[in-house]
């Protein structure tokens, strides 16, 4: 049973530029949420899609974009990058119908911006 | 506007003692709570969650108290092996199932040999 997977582990980007993260969510979850976790603090909410639309979204700008395709995979969008916006992003996976509160998580892409 | 909050950012407990964590709340429209722990290099794992409409759940090891009238919930690890040893985080879900988690900024456990 394959887990919450993301891509890539490790990214190191410059002040300015842009950014694309990917995450492959857990096998039959329909529902992928993004969070941002900076060092030493918890992570922070940053957009959920289901059915390839943004459901929710957290206090975060516009630079945060995302997508959700079909076989239900997301990925994160950055631009402009911020020194600010170095941080471990973490995304989550969930299934909508089941009415269950858990998310699993991946294991992060840590964004290191310079 | 921190909504969840782990005061205690450690916590250094004795192979074979209690470890409790502690989580404060201030949003009175969660209505689900959620412990998750997280080794480095690794996403958070969910451990055990608890519904506002009980005071308690156990499993196993790990058992989450609820105090809705105090906004507080505590998570008791009994007993603490040194596999524990992680960061904990306490999070806090509104209304509807699949809503956005609200994490605390966690706590770190030790567990000494």
């Known amino acids: 049973d394959a887990g919450v997977t993301q891509s890539p582990t490790h990214l190191i980007k410059t002040r300015g530029q842009q950014v694309t993260l990917r995450c492959s969510p857990k096998?039959?979850?329909?529902?992928v949420s993004w969070y941002q976790q900076a060092l030493g603090q918890g992570p922070q909410f940053i957009f959920q899609?289901?059915?390839?639309?943004?459901?929710q979204r957290g206090n975060f700008p516009d630079r945060f974009s995302g997508h959700q395709f079909p076989n239900y995979s997301s990925e994160l969008n950055v631009n402009a990058l911020l020194l600010g916006d170095s941080a471990l992003y973490l995304c989550a996976s969930s299934l909508l119908t089941s009415h269950s509160y858990e998310q699993y998580f991946g294991p992060g892409t840590r964004l290191t911006v310079t | 506007d921190q909504q969840v909050k782990q005061n205690s950012p450690s916590l250094s407990v004795q192979e074979g003692r209690i470890s409790i964590l502690n989580c404060d709340y201030t949003?009175?429209?969660?209505?689900?709570f959620l412990w998750y722990k997280k080794y480095p290099a690794e996403g958070p794992t969910f451990l055990i969650s608890i519904s506002s409409i009980k005071d308690k759940n156990e499993d196993g090891r790990f058992t989450v108290f609820l105090n809705k009238s105090a906004k507080h919930l505590s998570l008791h690890i009994v007993p603490s092996q040194p596999g524990d040893s992680a960061v904990y985080f306490c999070?806090?879900?509104?209304?509807?199932?699949?809503?956005?988690?609200?994490f605390g900024g966690g706590t770190r456990v030790l567990v000494k040999p």
């Open positions: 096998s039959g979850h329909d529902t």
């Open positions: 999070a806090a879900s509104a209304t509807a199932a699949g809503n956005k988690l609200t």
């Open positions: 899609y289901y059915e390839e639309e943004e459901r």
């Open positions: 949003n009175s429209m969660f209505d689900y």
